[in-house]
Every structure is written in C-alpha cells, then in structure tokens.
C-alpha cells in the first residue's frame, strides 16, 4: 500500500480537511506504525468503536491537535485517510513521503478513460472517497451519465459518488433516479434514502 491519491486541490472552508485516497487497501497495522513513527496518539475510543464494524475508522492525534483519520470503506472498497487541523498541510506532505500520490487531474483522466464497467466504478469510487466540495465539469459529466446506465452496479456507484460529494447540482439527477420506472426497486430506493440523507450543500463553482 504505497500510493495515495492526493486530493488537496480543494479551497477555501474544505482545506479544513484534505483526503489522501490509496490506490490498494491501507491496513490498520501499516499506518499504525507510520503513525508511531512521528509519535501521533492513536486514539482507543476510535480502536474499541471500530471493532465490528464493516467500515472501521481509526483516529490519531498529533501534539498539536490536529488529526490523522484512516478510513477502511466497506462501500467504497477502498481505504482512505483525512488529514485536519492546523497543521493539515506539513502532515498530508508526511504521509505523501511515505505513500506517494496521484494529483486531482490524475483522478479526472481516470474518470475520463474509463471505459469498462469495473473501471467506471472504480473511478466513482475513487472520486467518492475525495468528498471534494468543488464543482468540476468533468465529474459532473461521467456522474450524471452514470446516473443514466442500465447497469445497476454502475448507476449504485454513480449514487455513491453523488452522495459523498453532495453537490447540489446532483440533487435533481439524484431525484430522477429514485423516481424512474426503469430501474430496480433497490435501486431507486437507494436513491430515495440518499435524498433523505444527504444536504447537496457543496458544488461550489469558479473557485
């Protein structure tokens, strides 16, 4: 697990966090030890929550506060890892000394070259685990045309995707879906609880 996606193009209030995405499933033992190593405090609370379930999170802090969050996503099928605090930027560069990572043009040529379903689904997931706050055309374009596949698992991972990024341009594709006829009853189920579940607060433009 040596390569994470780097994702810290997003401005304004989101570089609250940024999210580093790996390429291959991170596990907990590995980046415990590159946590001990820099004398990060892993925080049990989040050990003993973790335990049972299908998408365990772990938390570390740093003396200063700021936190290191690995996320192992059962939905998702990937590991990812959020960096928060004042100190965000100099701990991402640390983890990216360790785990190389891709650029966010990187993920959109992903998105762009995907052609069979595993790669479009891949794609969506990867672009899912980035929650980026920042409308892209781009992503837009290869999610609402994911919206409209026959393929279920397709169309379940365009949900996911729309879901994580909540931007409100997706509401309304998002609505249709849970509304269409043409889909499975899950389906459109899915899409109705995301709707329930889901602010659509972010897709902010021309930042």
Do not use: C
């Not at 609370?45 to 049972?52: I, T």
């Not at 996503?73 to 930027?89: F, H, I, M, Q, T």
């Not at 499975?184 to 897709?203: K, M, P």
């Amino acid at each position: 697990m040596s390569k994470l996606i780097d994702v810290d193009h997003l401005e304004g209030w989101q570089m609250a966090e940024i999210n580093l995405v790996p390429r291959d499933r991170t596990t907990f033992e590995d980046f415990s030890r590159f946590a001990r190593d820099r004398g990060w405090q892993l925080d049990q609370r989040s050990v003993r929550a973790a335990r049972g379930e299908e998408s365990p999170e772990f938390l570390w802090r740093t003396d200063n506060g700021s936190t290191v969050r690995l996320i192992q996503s059962a939905p998702l099928d990937l590991s990812y890892v959020v960096v928060a605090g004042d100190e965000r930027d100099r701990l991402a560069d640390e983890v990216r000394e360790r785990f190389p990572a891709f650029s966010w043009p990187e993920i959109i040529e992903r998105l762009s070259e995907a052609r069979s379903d595993e790669e479009r689904i891949a794609a969506f997931r990867l672009v899912a685990a980035t929650e980026s706050a920042d409308y892209d055309p781009t992503v837009y374009g290869a999610v609402r045309t994911g919206l409209d596949d026959s393929d279920p698992l397709v169309l379940l991972a365009a949900l996911g995707a729309a879901f994580y990024l909540r931007w409100r341009q997706f509401e309304p594709l998002v609505r249709r879906v849970s509304e269409s006829p043409q889909v499975s009853e899950n389906v459109r189920v899915t899409a109705g609880n995301l709707l329930g579940l889901t602010l659509w607060d972010r897709g902010h433009e021309g930042s």
